[in-house]
């Protein structure tokens, strides 16, 4: 038996973390410090694109880029049925309209069939494709779809630091206007809570920081009311403007030195990532009730999640069954995700047909998402593969 409880997923903070916060935590500024900048630095040098804002979570990340991108109570916005609550909630804060398309039913990532069905029919005005579990949507014929249908792209990144896409990774914008990232416990690195928005586009850099900060600006050459902002010529040393409705929707300081520290092992935590994937393809390849995910060759997956999918009805027991079982002997599993249009407030809200979600209904049946994590121990995945093949037969 183990020693320890394995979630599905977990963070990895080493005594090079713990330094860094600490040094923070002991200097003059603890909120708005020097981190953020250089996080936000080397972050975007990382993912190779021009702009990176850092933000409390994942959510605030898609909220601030829905903002900058001008969506409110007349627009559209479309993403994907399987995916957290989040990608469509940040549509439903201004008042927009919320379009669900189906899955790929390999990748889990968005149809862009189903997109394009939606198009069709409607006017979008925003397409948030999720990269599932690390492995990116197909963003070439989601690009495709916008120069046809005219539209903006959020990636919703939050599952995909790390990985990479025709050889770009993740985060760099190459073919989308603004991708997201959340940095919880679970995800490919941690500041505890926190996010962050890449973009290549000034005008939405510059919209994404003013919303973050209370809708707040304190460049002088941008001060409308100039009569008192200036003191003859001197700007007034107190003076800011709020120019727009806006949040508080920033990181700390202290999370940022976490997050640069988190960041120069993500390489490494990736690789880890893969290989403990690798094993499990091998391991459950040779159990007729399991499926492993597959990967697109022109993707490099992140691993945030490893989700099987299960014939639970050939084996005779219900997924409620296998979880519990599998807690037993100390494994976490979980179902990552309950379908939008099964919760209730969107059930309510919009009548979803269930019948444009066939892969959807099929992955929701069968998915369990099992432990992944950099520091799972060899004996430890051992021991998740041989106690699934005996549970799952
Ligand atoms: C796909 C996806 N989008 C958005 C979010 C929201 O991120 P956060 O929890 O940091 O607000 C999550 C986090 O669970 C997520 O998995």
């Given amino acids: 038996m183990l020693k320890r409880f394995l ?75 399987i995916t957290f609550v989040a990608s469509a909630n940040c549509g439903e804060f201004l008042g927009a309209n919320i379009y669900l398309a189906d899955i790929d039913k390999d990748t889990y990532c968005m149809s862009p069939t189903s997109l394009e069905k939606l198009l069709k029919k409607n006017k979008i005005d ?14 070439e014929k989601i690009l495709k779809l916008k120069k046809k249908y005219n539209f903006k792209i959020i990636e919703d990144s939050c599952h995909a630091l790390g990985g990479k896409y025709n050889n770009h990774k993740i985060g760099s914008c190459k073919y989308s206007d603004i991708s997201t990232f959340s940095f919880h416990p679970v995800k490919p690195i941690t500041t505890g809570e926190g996010g962050m928005i890449t973009t290549n586009d000034k005008k939405i850099y510059e919209q994404l920081l ?14 409308l009311n100039k009569k008192n902002a200036f003191d003859k010529k001197n700007v007034n040393r107190w003076y800011y403007e709020m120019i727009d409705l806006g949040y508080n929707y920033r990181l700390t300081d202290i999370q940022s030195a976490l997050g640069l520290s988190q960041l120069k092992k993500l390489d490494k935590f990736t690789f880890k990532r893969n290989n403990i994937a690798k094993k499990y393809d091998e391991a459950f390849k040779k159990n007729k009730y399991i499926t492993t995910p597959k990967i697109r060759k022109n993707v490099e997956h992140a691993y945030h999640l490893y989700t099987i999918l299960i014939n639970f009805k050939k084996i005779g027991k219900t997924r409620n069954e296998i979880m519990t079982e599998l807690f037993k002997h100390k494994i976490g599993t979980q179902v990552l995700y309950i379908p939008l249009y099964k919760q209730p407030y969107y059930d309510n809200k919009y009548k979803f047909n269930i019948k444009n979600f066939k892969n959807s209904e099929y992955y929701y049946d069968h998915a369990l998402s099992i432990p992944i994590f950099p520091d799972l121990k ?10 699934i093949n005996k549970v799952i037969s």
């Fill in 7 to 81: 979630p599905y997923s977990r963070q990895n903070i080493d005594s090079s973390d713990i330094k860094n916060v600490i040094q923070v935590l002991k200097s003059d500024f603890i909120t708005q410090g020097p981190n953020i900048n250089r996080f936000e630095k080397e972050f975007a040098k990382y993912v190779g694109a021009k702009y990176a804002v850092s933000c409390a979570t994942g959510t605030a990340a898609l909220h601030l880029s829905c903002l900058a991108l001008g969506i409110n109570s007349n627009s559209r916005l479309a993403t994907t049925s």
């Fill in 126 to 139: 925003v397409v948030i494709p999720v990269h599932m579990s690390g492995h990116s949507s197909d963003m």
């Fill in 210 to 223: 003013i919303y973050r900060t209370h809708g707040i600006i304190k460049d002088q050459k941008k001060f």
């Fill in 378 to 387: 060899i004996k430890e995945q051992n021991y998740i593969i041989n106690t």
